[in-house]
């Protein structure tokens, strides 16, 4: 079956300083691949939606200048939190699809990233 | 190798009746689950969970079920409502530092 990692799979990082999460499909080429945070009440917040050599498709209220995007391959794509501060501690889930069928979403484990 | 499964890509219920959506897994360490809905162009949200001391939780017309015998979980909808269309997926968590997720059942619900 289809395979999505990620990694790394937690980061502890110093406020100010900038940290880059990878999502790659390991079998399959992912045409678009979706960004979540996931709230403590457990809820996932789409952030961006990245469709590989184009800009991605960030959601209302997501600063595209903190979480950069890029999608470079079909296989990778990238979140990079840049100055990051406490608040932006959270569980990260990077999903990729390969179709039309929008439900078809593999999901990744998840990155799980502390600000101190 | 999809540590979850979720082998019903989609599912076709009439209003009134049970929605049960199957999911399958294979780590036997995983020791919580969830069980998300997601509306087209929304991220999933959190619908219900379970860990794995119990067998059962229910939360009105939702209820969980966990054999862990079988590494198999259900998710009951009754009764099911057109609102309840929507994409289901399962994840399951070992410590709750990683999830991972199934690929998702698309319920559809007959009016």
């Known amino acids: 079956g289809a395979v999505v990692s990620q990694h790394p799979s937690r980061v502890i990082c110093k406020s100010g300083t900038s940290v880059k999460i990878e999502c790659r499909s390991l079998d399959f080429q992912a045409t678009t691949m979706f960004w979540y945070r996931q709230f403590p009440k457990q809820s996932l917040m789409l952030m961006a939606t990245s469709n590989e050599g184009s800009k991605a498709t960030y959601e209302q209220g997501v600063e595209k200048d903190k979480f950069l995007i890029n999608h470079a391959s079909l296989t990778l794509s990238t979140l990079t939190v840049t100055s990051a501060h406490p608040e932006d501690s959270s569980f990260y889930i990077c999903?990729?699809?390969?179709?039309?069928?929008?439900?078809?979403?593999?999901f990744g484990p998840g990155t799980r990233l502390t600000v101190t | 190798d999809q540590q979850v499964k979720q082998n019903s890509p989609s599912l076709s219920v009439q209003e009134g009746r049970i929605s049960i959506l199957n999911c399958d897994y294979t780590n036997s360490m995983f020791d919580y689950f969830l069980w998300y809905k997601k509306y087209p162009a929304e991220g999933p949200t959190f619908l219900i969970s379970?860990?794995?001391?119990?067998d059962k939780n229910e939360d009105g017309r939702f209820t969980v079920f966990l054999n862990k015998s079988a590494k198999h979980l259900s998710l009951h909808i009754v009764p099911s409502q057109p609102g309840d269309s929507a994409v289901y997926f399962c994840a399951a968590s070992n410590t709750g530092n990683q999830f991972y997720f199934g690929t998702g059942t698309s319920l559809t619900v007959i009016p």
């Open positions: 999903s990729a699809a390969s179709g039309s069928i929008s439900y078809e979403q593999y």
């Open positions: 379970i860990s794995s001391i119990k």
